[in-house]
T-cell receptor, first 114, second 113 residues
Framework: AQSVTQLGSHVSVSEGALVLLRCNYS??????LFWYVQYPNQGLQLLLK??????LVKGINGFEAEFKKSETSFHLTKPSAHMSDAAEYFC????????????FGGGTRVLVKP | DAMVIQNPRYQVTQFGKPVTLSCSQT?????MYWYQQKSSQAPKLLFH???????NEADTPDNFQSRRPNTSFCFLDIRSPGLGDAAMYLC????????????FGPGTRLTVL
């Protein structure tokens, strides 16, 4: 069975500082990996996904994530935080087979300080 | 724009009074999901449809039912809402093809009085 662990349920960063959100997965084979963002009272929006091409994946809003098989990690970063990045972020995994369900991590809430 | 639409965005019901939440999609995706999300938690999958095939999660209470009359629409019925059913309910769609990316609607926030 797959699982996802997000280290840190809350992260506080200053505006302009690096954003780093950690995600580790457990799977017998490298899965598909996703990062979603959720703003208050909204649904989830896909930030980026890893599906087996380049290990460094660039997403929307300046975010990127690097797939590291040896570390079973898919950490999300953004070089410079903006106030609008305040939201909840979910890492998710899915088996490499069509139509399979997502397994979500517990989420990390990001607070951006002026 | 192609999208996933949920109505209503906010729903208030009384304890024990049946309620139906609606989801529609213009993406023509095969798969539709219903999730329950409580405050500060990850979404919890309730069930999903792959075309007309219904797939219930093992721990989804019998109080929750779903209907998918056609490709575009899917409904979540809560037969007798309890206070513990107050949550955000998210609908998502998926192509059933590659990569398994899910597209989420904006959610319906359910309040039970």
């Amino acid at each position: 069975a797959q699982s996802v662990t997000q280290l840190g349920s809350h992260v506080s960063v200053s505006e302009g500082a690096l954003v780093l959100l950690r995600c580790n997965y457990s799977s017998s084979v490298p899965p598909y990996l996703f990062w979603y963002v959720q703003y208050p009272n909204q649904g989830l929006q896909l930030l980026l996904k890893y599906t087996s091409a380049a290990t460094l994946v660039k997403g929307i809003n300046g975010f990127e994530a690097e797939f590291k098989k040896s570390e079973t990690s898919f950490h999300l970063t953004k070089p410079s935080a903006h106030m609008s990045d305040a939201a909840e972020y979910f890492c998710a995994v899915s088996p490499r087979a069509a139509g399979n369900k997502l397994t979500f991590g517990g989420g990390t809430r990001v607070l951006v300080k002026p | 724009d192609a999208m996933v639409i949920q109505n209503p965005r906010y729903q208030v019901t009384q304890f024990g009074k049946p309620v139906t939440l609606s989801c529609s999609q213009t993406l023509n995706h095969n798969v539709m999901y219903w999730y329950q999300q409580k405050s500060s938690q990850a979404p919890k999958l309730l069930f999903h449809y792959y075309d007309k095939d219904f797939n219930n999660e093992a721990d989804t209470p019998d109080n929750f039912q779903s209907r998918r009359p056609n490709t575009s629409f899917c409904f979540l019925d809560i037969r007798s809402p309890g206070l513990g059913d107050a949550a955000m309910y998210l609908c998502a769609t998926q192509t059933g093809g590659t990569y398994n990316e899910q597209f989420f609607g904006p959610g319906t926030r359910l309040t039970v009085l």
